[in-house]
C-alpha cells in the first residue's frame, strides 16, 4: 500500500475526507469555476485554438491531476505562458484554424505529457533545478510582454502577425489604419474594467457594506462581467455586422476523445519545443505549488508532481486539449477560496463540463476584444522589471543573464528565449563551480578559529600557507585550485608547508584526484610538504580507496588548528590586518 499511495496520492488524503473539506472543496470549486470559463477561452485564443480548446483542456487534465497530484491547492489548466509557446511552436507547422494545427497542439501535449511523466518514474525532478531564477523571472518577464502586444491587435480589431516584439510592432503599425474603432472602444472599456476590478473594486464593495468574503467572490467574478456586458451589447446592437470580432458558435458538447497526430516528422518537429514547455510548465507549477503547501506546513513530492502533470498533458492530448500546468493566479485563487485537498480541482472540472455543455452558447457574440483584454490585464501581472534592478544590485552576471533572457525572447521568441535561459542558466553555474573561491587563512588571535586574512586580524607563519577551499573539486575546477597555489608559491620561497582546508569540500572526483596527486610530486620536487586538514568522512573514505594519502609527502589533520600546532615552529608569526 505504500508504495500505491506514492503513485496515487488520492489514497492519502482520500482516507481522511469529510464534510467539512468537501463544503471548502466546493466553494473553492465554485469560485475558480467562474474565474476559469473566460480564462480559459482567452488562453485558447493566445494558443490559436478555437475557445473550446480551452474548457476541453481544462477538464480531464484537472481530474487526472487531482489523482496522481500532490499539491492540495495547485489548479491546473492553459496558462499564459504555455499558450504563448503553443502557438509559437505549433504556429511554425501549421496554419492557424486548421485541422493540421489542432492535431499538432494535441500531439505537443502528448510528447509533453511522456516526458514529464518519464521524469517523474526515474525520479528527475532535480533537472528544473538547473533553471536559475533570476532566468525564470526574465523569461517569464519577457513573456508577459510578448503576450500583452500581441493581443493589441484584437483590442484594435486588424490584423497582425509576429513572434518577437520587432515583428509584432511592425505588423501592428503597419495595420493601424485598418483600425476598427467600435471593437477598441470595447477593448479599452474592458481593460480599464477589469483593471479596476482587480486593483479596486473588493474596496468599493467593502465600502458599500458588503462582507470581506461576498465582496471577494464578486471581486473574482468580475472578469465574467465584462464578458456578460460586452456580449449583451455585441448581441443587442448586432456590434458584428460593423466589423466587431466575435467568439462566433463553439460547440455545445463535453469534451471529444481525441488522437494527437503520430507522424516521425512532425513529432520531431515538436520534440525540442515539447521538452521547453516541459520544464518552463514544471518549473511555473512546482513553484506555486510549493510556495501555497508551506504556508499550511504540508509538503510537495516534485517526482510525484511530474507524474501528476504528465498524467494532466496526456489526458488533454486525448481530450481535445493543448499542454497544461499549474497556474499561478488560479490556484492563489482556489487556495484563497479555502479548498482543502485536490478534489476542489475535480469539482472545478464538473463546473466547467455543465458549462461547456449548458453554456456555450451564450457566448456566441462575446468579442475577442473583451478575450484579448482578459488576456492583457492577467498577463501584465507577470512582467516584473525590477527584477533588473535588484540583479544589478546584487549580481552583475545575474543581471546579464536576466537581461540576456529578456532581450532574447523579445527579440527572437520564447523558443529562443527559453533555450538561451536554460543554456545561460547552466554557463552560470559551470563558470562559478570552475572557480571556486579559495581564501588564504591565519588563526584567529586567542581561538582554534581560521578565517580569511584579507578580512580578519589573524596570525600567520611565513613557512605555513594554508588554504581554504570552499566548493567540491571536480574536474572543472581542479586545475584552478593547482594555478592558485603554484601562482602563491612564486611569490614566497619561505615557504616549507601547503596546508589545504577541505572542511567545505563535499567531493573529489577522479580528475581532481589527478590534480592533487600531480600537485603533490611538484611541491615535494620543491621540498614542500603537501598536508589536508578537516577532510570529510564521505571524502576521506574516496580518498581512501586510491594511493593518494599513501604518496602525500604531509599529513591528514583533524582540525586545522591541530595542523597550525604541529607545523609552526619558532620561526616570528606576522600578523595580517
Known amino acids: 500500500m505504500p508504495d500505491f499511495r506514492r503513485y496515487l496520492p488520492i489514497l ?85 484554424g486548421t485541422i493540421g494545427y489542432a492535431a499538432a497542439a494535441l500531439s505537443l501535449a502528448l510528447l509533453s505529457g511522456l516526458m514529464l511523466l518519464a521524469m517523474g518514474i526515474f525520479r528527475l525532478g532535480f533537472v528544473a533545478n538547473f533553471l536559475s531564477h533570476p532566468v525564470i523571472a526574465g523569461f517569464i518577464t519577457a513573456s508577459g510582454i510578448l503576450i500583452a502586444v500581441s493581443q493589441l491587435k484584437h483590442i484594435f480589431g486588424v490584423s497582425a502577425s509576429g513572434h518577437t516584439l520587432p515583428e509584432i510592432v511592425h505588423s501592428l503599425w503597419t495595420h493601424l489604419g485598418d483600425t476598427n474603432v467600435i471593437t477598441l472602444v470595447i477593448g479599452i472599456i474592458a481593460i480599464a474594467f477589469l483593471f479596476w476590478v482587480r486593483l479596486g473594486m ?9 462582507s470581506n468574503s461576498v465582496a471577494g467572490v464578486l471581486t473574482k467574478a468580475g472578469p465574467v462581467a465584462a ?40 513529432l520531431q518537429q515538436l520534440l525540442l519545443p515539447a521538452a521547453l514547455i516541459t520544464i518552463i510548465g514544471f518549473v511555473e507549477s512546482i513553484s506555486v505549488a510549493q510556495t501555497l503547501a508551506a504556508k499550511k506546513r504540508q509538503r510537495i513530492n516534485p517526482d510525484q508532481e511530474l507524474i501528476g502533470l504528465g498524467a494532466a498533458n496526456i489526458g488533454a492530448a486525448f481530450t481535445g486539449g493543448y499542454p497544461v500546468t499549474g497556474g499561478f493566479a488560479r490556484s492563489v485563487v482556489n487556495y484563497d477560496a479555502g479548498a482543502e485537498t ?12 455543465i ?21 492583457i490585464v492577467a498577463v501584465l501581472g507577470l512582467v516584473d522589471l525590477s527584477i533588473l534592478k535588484h540583479a544589478w544590485t546584487y549580481n552583475r552576471a545575474d543581471f ?19 533555450s538561451a535561459g536554460v543554456i545561460i542558466s547552466i554557463a552560470m553555474h559551470l563558470f562559478r563551480t570552475s572557480r571556486p573561491h579559495v581564501a588564504e587563512v591565519g588563526l584567529v588571535p586567542g581561538t582554534q578559529h581560521f578565517r580569511n586574512i584579507k578580512r580578519h586580524k589573524v596570525e600567520t607563519d611565513p613557512e605555513i600557507l594554508t588554504l581554504r577551499v570552499d566548493e567540491a573539486l571536480w574536474f572543472a575546477n581542479a586545475r584552478f ?30 580528475s581532481a584526484l ?3 596527486e600531480a600537485l603533490n610530486k611538484r611541491l615535494d620536487e620543491q621540498g614542500i610538504k603537501l598536508h589536508l586538514s578537516e577532510v570529510k568522512g564521505p571524502v576521506m573514505d574516496r580518498l581512501q580507496r586510491a594511493h593518494f594519502l599513501e604518496e602525500l609527502t604531509g599529513k591528514v589533520y583533524l582540525a586545522q588548528y591541530d595542523a597550525w600546532r604541529d607545523l609552526h615552529d619558532a620561526t616570528p608569526i606576522k600578523a595580517v590586518s
Open 12 to 96: 492519502d488524503w482520500g482516507r481522511s475526507y469529510d464534510k467539512t473539506a468537501f463544503s471548502n472543496d466546493m466553494i473553492a470549486a465554485v469560485i475558480v469555476t467562474i474565474m476559469l470559463i473566460p480564462q480559459s477561452l482567452a488562453y485558447a485564443m493566445l494558443a490559436g485554438l478555437p475557445p473550446e480548446a480551452g474548457l476541453y483542456a481544462s477538464i480531464v487534465p484537472i481530474l487526472l491531476y487531482a489523482v496522481f497530484g500532490t499539491s492540495r491547492a495547485l489548479a491546473v489548466g492553459p496558462v499564459a505562458v504555455v499558450s504563448l509557446m503553443t502557438a509559437a511552436a505549433v504556429g511554425q507547422i501549421a496554419e492557424q
Open 202 to 210: 473588493k474596496d468599493a464593495l467593502i465600502k458599500l457594506g458588503l
Open 355 to 375: 458549462a461547456a455543455l449548458a453554456l456555450t452558447p451564450l457566448i456566441y457574440f462575446l468579442p475577442t476584444a473583451t478575450l484579448a483584454a482578459t488576456i
Open 481 to 510: 585550485l593547482e594555478d592558485q597555489i603554484l601562482d602563491r608559491l612564486t611569490k614566497d620561497c619561505a615557504l616549507k608547508h601547503v596546508i589545504l582546508m577541505f572542511s567545505a569540500v563535499n567531493q573529489v572526483d577522479l
Open 514 to 516: 589527478e590534480t592533487l
Open 227 to 266: 464578458v456578460a456586458v460586452t456580449t449583451m451589447a455585441v448581441a443587442l446592437f448586432r456590434l458584428d455586422e460593423s466589423g466587431v470580432k466575435i467568439v462566433g458558435s463553439v460547440p455545445q458538447s463535453l469534451p471529444p476523445l481525441t488522437m494527437p497526430a503520430l507522424s516521425p516528422d512532425l
Open 400 to 418: 546579464a543573464a536576466v537581461l540576456a533572457t529578456i532581450l532574447l525572447t523579445l527579440g527572437f521568441g520564447v523558443e529562443a528565449g527559453v
Open 342 to 353: 485536490p478534489a476542489a480541482g475535480a469539482f472545478t472540472a464538473i463546473g466547467l463540463a
